[in-house]
């Protein structure tokens, strides 16, 4: 014989009526969707794991920049795999790229990530 437990509803908090609100108010304004895109896009960006080892390296290295070629043995890559994951990088503005003869640099843009706390964090006035 087996047995199937169903869901037990959730208790009310002691002092509030039935179908009362749960949760407190906003106390400021929620992101607004053009920062939230934004935000996201950066986010996304961020969501490969070569990518955040990219960005770190290159924020680590001295001067913080990086040639392409001191990137692909770190990650364990190929060098076109690497430029590919360094563009989006710097599409979604968190490195910038200089070419020097047939180099490629890459360097954190300063603020960046402030900026992406930043998005979150901030709100227009209401």
């Known amino acids: 014989m087996t047995s199937t437990t169903q869901p037990r509803p959730l208790p009310i908090a002691a002092g509030s009526a039935e179908g009362a609100a749960c949760c407190a108010p906003l106390v400021r304004e ?3 969707p053009a920062v939230a ?3 996201a896009r ?3 960006a961020l969501g490969d794991p070569t990518r955040v080892r990219l960005l770190s390296i ?3 290295h001295d001067g913080g920049q990086a040639c392409v070629c001191d990137l692909t043995e770190p990650v364990g890559l ?3 795999t690497v430029s590919h994951h360094l563009k989006i990088l710097v599409d979604a503005g968190l490195l910038a790229r ?3 003869g ?3 640099y890459y360097s954190v843009v300063p603020g960046a990530l402030d900026r992406l706390a930043q998005g979150l964090t901030e709100t227009p006035a209401r």
Do not use: I
């Open 37 to 39: 895109q934004e935000v």
């Open 78 to 80: 190929s060098q076109p």
């Open 58 to 60: 290159v924020a680590a």
């Open 102 to 104: 047939r180099w490629a």
């Open 98 to 100: 200089e070419q020097r």
């Open 42 to 44: 950066v986010f996304k």
């Open 30 to 32: 929620a992101v607004d």
